[in-house]
């Protein structure tokens, strides 16, 4: 019923989204993977993240892509700061108060902005956001192919960290064996901390990614962040090829659904997708541990 | 005696309430009693069975939209509609719950699955005719007995207190009967509940049961006194959190946490609401501040804190009293 350009732009659209999807839920499933909590102040950070960028443009002219160089930094520190002095020291080590805790931040982060900020929606205006150029099959965005490459560029550069360096090492270490990792000496409060800043500055890069083309408002990273559950949950939770391959999967389910179904509906599809997994498969495609 | 006197003694003493407080009053006690019902219903499945929904908004607004399209599209009298209201949020428990324990979710897996529920229910209700879509459903006014309306203010006040009573009986008889120590059971380690011969699903999926009845009367309720429900309030993040948050305030696993935690997080809500004027978000931060520090500072809630409080005034020098 739809023809073939329709189709082809329709999956290649989804597959950019999905890659900047896919970021988001990175940072969700490198805290899962460690952690082994759902980390639900993810999306305020995003919300939080995507005004950082609006703001380094709209005051100080700072052009997104060069401002990620600073915001993840920024929230790598943010991050650690708050795993190691609040949700660590407010939890006493039990799952489930870390869960509310991070419930906690999160409704403080997004009413702090909801309240400094009001509910207006803002965009900003960059020269290059609707410039678009021909790749044969469909049109593309510059922002949207600009996002798809720094996303896996991120990615290599967290897959080098992890495999690469000691901090690195320490980190899988206490993913696989906390006890052990903290016989053999390794500070486990702090990579937890560092755990939380790389999810953080995950979230921080794709906010950068996405304000040249998409909106920010106090709830802008909420819907971003249900969909990294679904990701995180359909890759596998912990599993970092998980969210990248999950990430693009649902990103042309998305799309794909949005166009047979009609726009409110599209994400319906994906929680469909999520609810499935969760009940049937639930340790996600690629198997990491329930 | 000490089972059923202090619930008796709190309901008494809230009932005596309309006869002195202003209307201002009267209504901030309605909603934080609506509260304090929908976190009643947390507190049976997250207190007591140990399993932390963030996603009870499910039950809250099934138990509206049931209570208000069957008045407003099919006639059904009020009454009978809040009683299909509840019955709706029983079963939507049931069936949540049946989809998730039987594959073994827990923890984190849990708490994500309740809110992807919550909120493939809001988004199907943003979007279905039946439910007014982005519309809404308004019930019509009518300030009859019959239609479950009121022309004081006090009557419905009383209405909600006879709720919060049933329910805060329904959870003292759950406290004190076998089911409630299965649950318990648990919550505390499932494994060896399960080790023991306890049907750890069949429990759970009983108290989801349980819990989404009594949050669906709450968002029934809500239907009758605002007479309007769309997909936003009937499903939207704010009503999961106020019912987890309720109990954990007052005292997560306890008979009166929720009450005494509605009461208290809708004080302080108002309260920072009132010193900043009419700006939205305040009122949330302060919730989201409360929350982190009773979890930081008084794991077991307000009620655990003063119980503490209370032996290190009457034995000062005895030893250090482990916690729980």
Same mark, same amino acid.
């Given at each position: ?7 082809? *732009? ?7 989204? +999905?890659?900047?999807? *896919? ?61 190691r ?106 990579v ?10 995950? =979230? ?11 909106? =920010? ?18 890759g ?32 319906? +599809? ?13 340790? +996600? ?6 | ?11 008494? /003493? ?13 209504? #901030?006690l ?6 304090? /019902? ?10 007591? @069975? ?8 499910a039950?809250?607004?099934?138990g ?33 719950? @049946? ?5 073994g979710?827990?923890?984190?897996? #849990? ?30 006014l009518?300030?009859? &007995? ?26 003292? /008889?759950? $406290?004190?009967?076998?089911?409630? &120590? ?30 989404g009845a ?8 809500? &239907? ?27 005292? &997560? ?16 809500? $108002?309260a920072?609401?009132?010193?900043t004027?009419?700006?939205p ?11 982190v ?8 809630g307000?009620?655990?804190? /003063? ?12 030893? $250090?009293?482990?916690?729980?």
């Amino acid at each position: 019923m739809f023809s073939p350009a329709i189709l082809t *732009a329709a999956i290649v659209n989804g597959l950019l989204t +999905g890659a900047v999807y *896919a970021l988001v839920a990175l940072g969700l499933t490198l805290v899962y993977g460690v952690l082994h909590i759902i980390n639900f102040a993810h999306g305020a950070l995003l919300t939080a993240a995507m005004f950082a960028a609006f703001f380094a443009y709209q005051q100080l002219g700072l052009d997104p892509y060069l401002a990620a160089f600073l915001l993840a930094p920024a929230f790598f520190a943010l991050g650690y700061g708050l795993q190691r002095f609040v949700i660590g020291p407010a939890s006493h080590g039990d799952d489930r108060n870390m869960l509310l805790v991070t419930l906690g931040i999160a409704v403080i982060i997004e009413n702090a902005l909801l309240y400094a900020f009001r509910a207006d929606t803002r965009t900003i205006d960059l020269p290059y956001a609707f410039t678009t150029f021909n790749i044969g099959i469909t049109f593309i965005a510059v922002p949207r192919l600009v996002g798809f490459a720094a996303v896996f560029a991120v990615a290599l550069a967290l897959w080098l960290l992890m495999t690469m360096t000691d901090i690195g090492r320490a980190i899988r270490a206490v993913a696989k064996e906390k006890l052990g990792a903290q016989l053999a000496g390794i500070d486990v409060a702090h990579v937890y901390a560092v755990t939380f800043g790389l999810g953080a500055a995950c =979230v921080a890069i794709a906010a950068c990614l996405l304000i040249p083309s998409y909106y =920010v408002n106090p709830s802008a990273g909420n819907a971003f962040v249900l969909v990294a559950f679904t990701i995180v949950v359909l890759g596998g939770m912990g599993s970092v090829p998980g969210a990248l391959v999950g990430g693009l999967v649902i990103g042309v389910v998305e799309s794909l659904s949005s166009l047979f179904l009609g726009d409110s509906l599209g994400q319906v +599809g994906i929680f469909i997708i999520f609810i499935a997994v969760l009940l049937v498969r639930p340790s +996600g495609l690629f198997g990491a541990r329930a | 005696m000490k089972t059923w006197t202090p619930i008796a003694v709190v309901v008494v /003493l809230l009932a005596a309430v309309p006869v002195l407080a202003s209307n201002v009053v009267l209504n #901030f006690l309605v909603v934080a009693l609506m509260i304090a /019902l929908a976190g009643q219903g947390w507190n049976i499945l997250g207190g007591y @069975g140990g399993q932390y929904s963030f996603g009870h908004a499910a039950f809250f607004g099934t138990g509206a939209y049931v209570t208000a399209i069957l008045q407003a599209r099919y006639g059904v009298n009020a009454w009978v509609a809040f009683a299909m209201g509840i019955a709706a949020g029983a079963l939507v428990g049931a069936v949540i719950g @049946g989809l998730t324990f039987r594959s073994g979710l827990r923890g984190s897996y #849990f708490a994500l699955v309740t809110l992807a529920f919550a909120e493939v229910l809001r988004i199907l209700a943003s979007v279905a005719p039946i439910t007014g879509a982005g519309v809404g459903t308004l019930v019509k006014l009518d300030l009859r &007995v019959g239609a479950m309306q009121f022309h004081s203010r006090a009557v419905f006040y009383w209405l909600i207190l006879a709720l919060v009573a049933a329910a805060l009986i329904i959870t003292r /008889l759950i $406290e004190r009967s076998r089911f409630g &120590v299965w649950l318990v059971a648990v919550r505390e380690n499932e494994d060896a509940a399960l080790a023991l011969g306890v049907d750890a699903t069949a429990v759970k999926l009983a108290a989801m049961a349980i819990s989404g009845a009594i949050t669906a009367a709450a968002g029934g309720f809500y &239907v009758q006194y605002f007479l309007f429900i769309d997909s936003g309030l009937a499903y939207g993040t704010w009503i999961s959190i106020d019912a987890l948050l309720t109990p954990i305030i007052g005292g &997560v696993g306890t008979v009166f946490g929720p009450l005494l935690g509605a009461l208290v997080a809708r004080a302080l809500g $108002e309260a920072a609401q009132w010193l900043t004027g009419d700006a939205p978000g305040l009122d949330l931060v302060a919730y989201g501040a409360v929350l982190v520090l009773v979890i930081a500072f008084m794991p077991r809630g307000l009620i655990g804190g /003063l119980a503490d409080m209370r032996r290190w005034l009457t034995r000062r020098p005895a030893v $250090e009293a482990g916690h729980g």
